[in-house]
Protein backbone atom coordinates (compact mmCIF):
# COMPACT_ATOMS: atom_id res chain seq x y z
CA UNK A 1 0.00 0.00 0.00
CA UNK A 2 1.25 3.15 -0.79
CA UNK A 3 -0.06 5.16 2.66
CA UNK A 4 -1.46 3.09 5.58
CA UNK A 5 -4.86 2.29 5.44
CA UNK A 6 -7.47 1.82 7.85
CA UNK A 7 -9.03 -1.29 9.45
CA UNK A 8 -10.81 -3.42 7.23
CA UNK A 9 -12.29 -7.63 6.97
CA UNK A 10 -11.20 -10.04 4.58
CA UNK A 11 -12.02 -13.32 3.45
CA UNK A 12 -9.27 -16.11 2.26
CA UNK A 13 -10.36 -18.92 0.41
CA UNK A 14 -7.32 -20.40 0.35
CA UNK A 15 -8.04 -23.81 2.71
CA UNK A 16 -7.96 -27.26 0.92
CA UNK A 17 -10.97 -28.90 1.52
CA UNK A 18 -11.83 -32.43 2.78
CA UNK A 19 -13.39 -34.69 0.56
CA UNK A 20 -14.18 -37.66 1.34
CA UNK A 21 -12.52 -40.90 -0.38
CA UNK A 22 -11.07 -38.03 -2.71
CA UNK A 23 -8.60 -35.35 -0.70
CA UNK A 24 -7.75 -35.54 3.36
CA UNK A 25 -6.18 -33.04 4.72
CA UNK A 26 -4.23 -34.26 7.17
CA UNK A 27 -2.44 -31.16 8.69
CA UNK A 28 -2.71 -27.50 7.86
CA UNK A 29 -1.42 -23.95 9.66
CA UNK A 30 -2.58 -20.44 8.78
CA UNK A 31 -0.26 -17.51 9.37
CA UNK A 32 -1.79 -13.71 8.79
CA UNK A 33 0.76 -11.35 9.22
CA UNK A 34 0.10 -8.90 11.05
CA UNK A 35 -2.13 -10.64 13.32
CA UNK A 36 -5.60 -9.92 12.68
CA UNK A 37 -7.85 -8.09 15.97
CA UNK A 38 -10.15 -10.97 15.57
CA UNK A 39 -10.97 -14.22 13.16
CA UNK A 40 -13.41 -16.32 12.13
CA UNK A 41 -13.47 -19.80 10.74
CA UNK A 42 -16.63 -21.22 8.97
CA UNK A 43 -17.60 -23.41 6.21
CA UNK A 44 -19.52 -21.21 3.39
CA UNK A 45 -23.10 -21.93 1.87
CA UNK A 46 -20.95 -24.33 -1.10
CA UNK A 47 -18.72 -25.98 1.60
CA UNK A 48 -15.76 -23.64 0.98
CA UNK A 49 -13.77 -23.14 4.15
CA UNK A 50 -13.37 -19.70 4.72
CA UNK A 51 -11.09 -17.65 7.50
CA UNK A 52 -12.46 -14.27 7.94
CA UNK A 53 -10.09 -11.90 9.09
CA UNK A 54 -10.23 -8.04 11.08
CA UNK A 55 -7.26 -6.56 10.27
CA UNK A 56 -5.60 -4.03 12.23
CA UNK A 57 -5.51 0.09 11.37
CA UNK A 58 -2.57 1.49 10.26
CA UNK A 59 -1.11 -1.88 7.36
CA UNK A 60 1.61 -1.41 4.88
CA UNK A 61 1.04 -4.60 4.24
CA UNK A 62 -0.45 -7.72 4.94
CA UNK A 63 0.76 -11.60 4.28
CA UNK A 64 -1.34 -14.61 3.99
CA UNK A 65 0.90 -17.96 4.19
CA UNK A 66 -0.82 -21.27 4.54
CA UNK A 67 1.05 -24.66 4.95
CA UNK A 68 -0.88 -27.73 4.22
CA UNK A 69 -0.54 -31.81 4.18
CA UNK A 70 -2.86 -33.19 1.82
CA UNK A 71 -3.79 -37.17 0.73
CA UNK A 72 -5.14 -36.69 -2.57
CA UNK A 73 -6.39 -40.39 -3.55
CA UNK A 74 -6.37 -41.99 -6.36
CA UNK A 75 -9.28 -41.82 -9.12
CA UNK A 76 -11.13 -45.31 -9.82
CA UNK A 77 -11.24 -46.25 -13.53
CA UNK A 78 -14.10 -44.07 -14.95
CA UNK A 79 -16.93 -45.49 -17.26
CA UNK A 80 -19.23 -43.69 -19.18
CA UNK A 81 -22.70 -44.27 -17.31
CA UNK A 82 -23.47 -40.90 -17.55
CA UNK A 83 -26.74 -39.29 -18.50
CA UNK A 84 -27.35 -38.54 -22.85
CA UNK A 85 -28.17 -35.30 -23.52
CA UNK A 86 -31.18 -35.76 -24.05
CA UNK A 87 -32.46 -37.13 -20.61
CA UNK A 88 -30.42 -35.10 -18.72
CA UNK A 89 -33.40 -32.28 -18.42
CA UNK A 90 -35.54 -35.31 -17.32
CA UNK A 91 -32.80 -36.09 -14.57
CA UNK A 92 -32.94 -32.50 -13.35
CA UNK A 93 -36.10 -31.75 -12.85
CA UNK A 94 -36.06 -35.07 -10.81
CA UNK A 95 -33.98 -33.53 -7.98
CA UNK A 96 -35.73 -32.09 -4.98
CA UNK A 97 -32.88 -31.26 -2.72
CA UNK A 98 -31.50 -27.84 -3.17
CA UNK A 99 -28.54 -28.20 -1.18
CA UNK A 100 -25.25 -27.00 -1.88
CA UNK A 101 -24.67 -29.91 -4.15
CA UNK A 102 -27.88 -29.39 -6.10
CA UNK A 103 -27.53 -29.05 -9.87
CA UNK A 104 -30.07 -26.92 -9.93
CA UNK A 105 -27.75 -23.65 -8.35
CA UNK A 106 -25.33 -24.02 -11.49
CA UNK A 107 -27.28 -24.23 -14.62
CA UNK A 108 -28.88 -20.00 -14.95
CA UNK A 109 -26.07 -17.36 -15.64
CA UNK A 110 -24.34 -16.30 -12.33
CA UNK A 111 -22.94 -12.83 -11.66
CA UNK A 112 -19.68 -13.32 -13.52
CA UNK A 113 -21.31 -15.57 -16.19
CA UNK A 114 -23.60 -14.17 -18.54
CA UNK A 115 -25.81 -16.03 -21.52
CA UNK A 116 -22.67 -15.24 -24.33
CA UNK A 117 -23.96 -16.13 -27.76
CA UNK A 118 -20.60 -16.24 -29.35
CA UNK A 119 -19.47 -19.36 -26.49
CA UNK A 120 -23.02 -20.90 -26.77
CA UNK A 121 -22.13 -21.35 -30.93
CA UNK A 122 -19.21 -22.66 -30.42
CA UNK A 123 -20.21 -25.14 -27.71
CA UNK A 124 -23.00 -25.91 -30.32
CA UNK A 125 -20.65 -27.01 -33.05
CA UNK A 126 -18.56 -29.34 -31.15
CA UNK A 127 -21.47 -31.17 -28.67
CA UNK A 128 -23.08 -34.01 -29.87
CA UNK A 129 -26.86 -33.74 -28.94
CA UNK A 130 -26.96 -37.14 -29.51
CA UNK A 131 -24.09 -38.00 -26.91
CA UNK A 132 -23.80 -38.27 -23.09
CA UNK A 133 -22.90 -35.95 -20.87
CA UNK A 134 -19.43 -36.67 -20.12
CA UNK A 135 -18.96 -36.69 -23.79
CA UNK A 136 -19.93 -33.74 -23.91
CA UNK A 137 -17.94 -32.21 -21.41
CA UNK A 138 -14.96 -33.46 -22.88
CA UNK A 139 -15.83 -32.02 -26.13
CA UNK A 140 -15.91 -29.00 -25.32
CA UNK A 141 -12.95 -29.02 -22.79
CA UNK A 142 -10.77 -30.41 -25.71
CA UNK A 143 -11.95 -28.28 -28.15
CA UNK A 144 -11.48 -24.89 -25.90
CA UNK A 145 -8.10 -26.57 -24.75
CA UNK A 146 -7.18 -26.41 -29.28
CA UNK A 147 -8.62 -23.17 -29.60
CA UNK A 148 -7.18 -20.90 -26.58
CA UNK A 149 -4.10 -20.02 -25.40
CA UNK A 150 -2.56 -19.75 -21.61
CA UNK A 151 -1.47 -16.82 -21.30
CA UNK A 152 -1.03 -14.84 -18.09
CA UNK A 153 -0.53 -11.61 -19.50
CA UNK A 154 -3.67 -11.01 -20.92
CA UNK A 155 -6.37 -10.94 -18.71
CA UNK A 156 -7.03 -9.23 -15.60
CA UNK A 157 -9.39 -10.98 -12.70
CA UNK A 158 -12.35 -9.06 -13.95
CA UNK A 159 -12.25 -9.46 -17.74
CA UNK A 160 -15.60 -10.06 -19.05
CA UNK A 161 -15.61 -13.73 -20.33
CA UNK A 162 -17.10 -12.59 -23.58
CA UNK A 163 -13.59 -10.46 -23.90
CA UNK A 164 -11.76 -13.30 -22.80
CA UNK A 165 -13.14 -15.28 -25.58
CA UNK A 166 -12.94 -13.12 -28.33
CA UNK A 167 -9.17 -12.60 -27.51
CA UNK A 168 -8.70 -16.67 -27.26
CA UNK A 169 -6.01 -16.03 -24.80
CA UNK A 170 -5.99 -16.69 -21.12
CA UNK A 171 -5.78 -18.39 -17.67
CA UNK A 172 -7.50 -21.20 -16.49
CA UNK A 173 -9.94 -18.39 -14.88
CA UNK A 174 -10.82 -17.80 -18.41
CA UNK A 175 -10.50 -21.25 -19.74
CA UNK A 176 -12.73 -22.30 -16.91
CA UNK A 177 -15.24 -19.76 -16.86
CA UNK A 178 -15.98 -19.79 -21.07
CA UNK A 179 -16.28 -23.98 -20.23
CA UNK A 180 -19.09 -23.19 -17.56
CA UNK A 181 -20.61 -21.00 -19.95
CA UNK A 182 -20.75 -23.07 -23.18
CA UNK A 183 -22.48 -26.03 -20.95
CA UNK A 184 -24.91 -24.28 -19.59
CA UNK A 185 -26.19 -23.15 -22.54
CA UNK A 186 -26.60 -26.21 -23.56
CA UNK A 187 -28.21 -27.21 -20.18
CA UNK A 188 -25.71 -28.90 -18.28
CA UNK A 189 -25.07 -27.91 -15.00
CA UNK A 190 -21.51 -26.62 -14.16
CA UNK A 191 -19.58 -25.24 -11.32
CA UNK A 192 -15.72 -23.51 -11.18
CA UNK A 193 -13.79 -25.25 -8.83
CA UNK A 194 -10.63 -23.35 -7.53
CA UNK A 195 -7.86 -25.05 -5.87
CA UNK A 196 -4.22 -26.08 -6.56
CA UNK A 197 -2.42 -28.26 -8.99
CA UNK A 198 1.30 -30.14 -9.14
CA UNK A 199 4.12 -28.06 -9.75
CA UNK A 200 5.91 -31.07 -10.65
CA UNK A 201 4.76 -34.17 -13.05
CA UNK A 202 5.64 -37.65 -12.64
CA UNK A 203 8.96 -38.68 -14.80
CA UNK A 204 8.06 -38.76 -18.21
CA UNK A 205 5.16 -36.32 -18.03
CA UNK A 206 4.76 -32.37 -19.25
CA UNK A 207 3.79 -29.57 -17.00
CA UNK A 208 0.54 -28.29 -16.50
CA UNK A 209 0.00 -24.80 -16.99
CA UNK A 210 -1.22 -23.06 -14.20
CA UNK A 211 0.62 -24.57 -11.71
CA UNK A 212 2.20 -21.38 -10.45
CA UNK A 213 -0.54 -19.95 -8.78
CA UNK A 214 -3.87 -21.02 -7.63
CA UNK A 215 -6.01 -22.88 -10.59
CA UNK A 216 -9.49 -23.56 -11.77
CA UNK A 217 -11.29 -25.95 -13.55
CA UNK A 218 -14.89 -27.63 -13.78
CA UNK A 219 -17.15 -29.28 -12.31
CA UNK A 220 -19.92 -30.71 -14.24
CA UNK A 221 -23.23 -32.22 -13.31
CA UNK A 222 -23.72 -35.50 -15.28
CA UNK A 223 -27.05 -36.98 -14.09
CA UNK A 224 -28.45 -38.78 -11.32
CA UNK A 225 -25.81 -42.14 -11.23
CA UNK A 226 -22.63 -40.02 -12.44
CA UNK A 227 -23.08 -37.29 -10.38
CA UNK A 228 -20.64 -34.82 -11.03
CA UNK A 229 -16.92 -34.80 -12.84
CA UNK A 230 -14.37 -32.82 -13.10
CA UNK A 231 -12.29 -31.00 -15.47
CA UNK A 232 -9.35 -29.12 -16.43
CA UNK A 233 -9.61 -27.30 -19.68
CA UNK A 234 -6.74 -25.40 -19.07
CA UNK A 235 -5.03 -28.90 -19.42
CA UNK A 236 -7.31 -30.53 -21.29
CA UNK A 237 -7.63 -33.85 -18.57
CA UNK A 238 -10.47 -34.99 -16.14
CA UNK A 239 -8.72 -33.95 -13.03
CA UNK A 240 -6.88 -36.75 -10.76
CA UNK A 241 -4.02 -36.50 -8.11
CA UNK A 242 -2.86 -33.56 -9.35
CA UNK A 243 -5.20 -31.45 -8.61
CA UNK A 244 -5.87 -30.00 -4.80
CA UNK A 245 -9.56 -28.90 -4.33
CA UNK A 246 -10.07 -25.76 -2.08
CA UNK A 247 -13.83 -25.55 -3.25
CA UNK A 248 -16.47 -24.74 -5.51
CA UNK A 249 -18.84 -22.16 -6.56
CA UNK A 250 -21.15 -20.60 -9.09
CA UNK A 251 -17.96 -18.71 -11.06
CA UNK A 252 -14.60 -16.84 -9.81
CA UNK A 253 -16.29 -14.75 -7.30
CA UNK A 254 -17.77 -16.94 -4.88
CA UNK A 255 -14.65 -18.99 -4.77
CA UNK A 256 -12.22 -15.69 -4.91
CA UNK A 257 -9.20 -16.39 -2.50
CA UNK A 258 -9.37 -12.77 -1.17
CA UNK A 259 -12.53 -10.87 -1.05
CA UNK A 260 -13.23 -7.87 1.73
CA UNK A 261 -12.51 -4.55 2.03
CA UNK A 262 -10.08 -2.34 3.17
CA UNK A 263 -10.08 1.27 3.74
CA UNK A 264 -7.13 2.98 1.63
CA UNK A 265 -5.68 6.11 0.75
CA UNK A 266 -3.64 5.43 -2.32
CA UNK A 267 -2.72 2.96 -4.97
CA UNK A 268 -2.27 -1.14 -4.43
CA UNK A 269 -0.63 -3.97 -5.13
CA UNK A 270 -1.23 -7.50 -4.34
CA UNK A 271 0.66 -10.95 -5.78
CA UNK A 272 0.40 -14.58 -4.47
CA UNK A 273 2.91 -17.89 -5.51
CA UNK A 274 1.60 -21.94 -4.78
CA UNK A 275 4.17 -24.62 -4.42
CA UNK A 276 3.17 -28.23 -4.68
CA UNK A 277 5.82 -31.04 -3.59
CA UNK A 278 5.08 -34.43 -3.65
CA UNK A 279 5.84 -36.57 -0.30
CA UNK A 280 9.47 -37.07 0.28
CA UNK A 281 10.68 -33.99 -1.07
CA UNK A 282 8.66 -30.82 1.50
CA UNK A 283 4.81 -31.52 0.88
CA UNK A 284 4.03 -28.12 1.55
CA UNK A 285 1.38 -25.68 -0.07
CA UNK A 286 2.04 -21.94 0.27
Known amino acids: FARPTGAGRQQFRVLPAALPGMQTVAAETVNITPEPVETLDYTDFFGTRVIEAVMPPGLTAVAVEM ?48 RVAAITEFAAVVIDPAGTTRQAVQALGEAL ?48 VAGYLRTHPPPGKPRLEGADAMHAWVRAWCGAETGWIDYDPTNAC ?49
Open 238 to 286: FVAEDHIVVGHGRDYGDVAPVIGMLRLDGAQEGSHSVDIRPEGEDETTE
Open 145 to 192: HAAMTFDAEATEVDTPVEAAFAGRHGVCQDFAQIMIAGLRAHGIPAAY
Open 67 to 114: QAEVVRHAAAAEFDISASLADLAGEIALIRDVGRSAPHHFLPPSPRLP
